[in-house]
């Protein structure tokens, strides 16, 4: 799907992406686990967070607009999941604007862990002014917060690099086949392990295949 989506606009690419994100999102909400009134067991934080730190502004509204209308529809205590929600896209959106200008890092995704984990725990307080039980799960729902976030973060930090090194490799193999000179690569033995059409016309072959392993 990631393929899909690289070879969209940019705008557009934000907005499929925001979408598969919110699709996960919705998926990981219906399938929540709720061990106490008022917590729940789910990936949507971390869902909404990377949607917003990797997509920018069109995937997290996305994504933002289908957890709460579903988290609506749902029924129970609104405002402290749209709340966790907005803050969620918040802190996506702030490392996004931070990474305009340079590439993401690794250490970049764990602060963004990090800093969901933190936040997680403020809803969790929150939470408990109203379900007096959600405190002896605070550490489980927190740690699911951190390891998701990080996950998935690094997950499509890897995707968006194999696809940058697969572009990247476009590129450089259009301009060697574009390359008037001969270019060729040999073993020791002087058999062709690459070469462009250039060499090829000079050897009398059709293809630049045909010289490999000779």
């Known amino acids: 799907f990631g393929d899909v989506i690289a ?5 557009m690419q934000n907005l499929l992406f925001g979408a598969a994100m919110a699709a996960g999102t919705v998926g990981s909400m219906m399938m929540a686990y709720e061990p106490t009134p008022g917590i729940f067991y789910d990936l949507r934080g971390p869902l909404i967070a990377v949607s917003s730190f990797f997509g920018g502004p069109f995937a997290a509204l996305v994504t933002v607009a289908a957890a709460t209308a579903f988290r609506i529809y749902l029924g129970g205590n609104i405002l402290i999941a749209a709340f966790g929600i907005m803050l969620a896209a918040c802190i996506g959106l702030i490392g996004y604007a931070r990474h305009l200008s340079r590439a993401v890092r690794y250490r970049d995704l764990a602060l963004l862990a990090l800093t969901m984990a933190i936040c997680h725990l403020i809803i969790v307080l929150l939470s408990s002014l109203t379900y007096a039980t959600a405190i002896p799960h605070a550490w489980a729902s927190v740690s699911l917060a951190f390891l ?3 996950v998935l973060g690094v997950l499509l930090l890897q995707d968006r690099r194999r696809r940058e090194l697969a572009k990247s490799n476009l590129l450089y193999r259009s301009m060697v086949d574009a390359l008037p000179d001969c270019l060729n690569i040999k073993d020791p033995d002087g058999r062709f392990l690459a070469a462009n ?3 090829a016309r000079l050897m009398g072959v059709a293809l630049p295949a045909d010289l490999l392993g000779k």
């Open 148 to 150: 998701g976030t990080l």
């Open 7 to 11: 070879r969209a606009s940019r705008h």
């Open 197 to 199: 059409p250039a060499t």
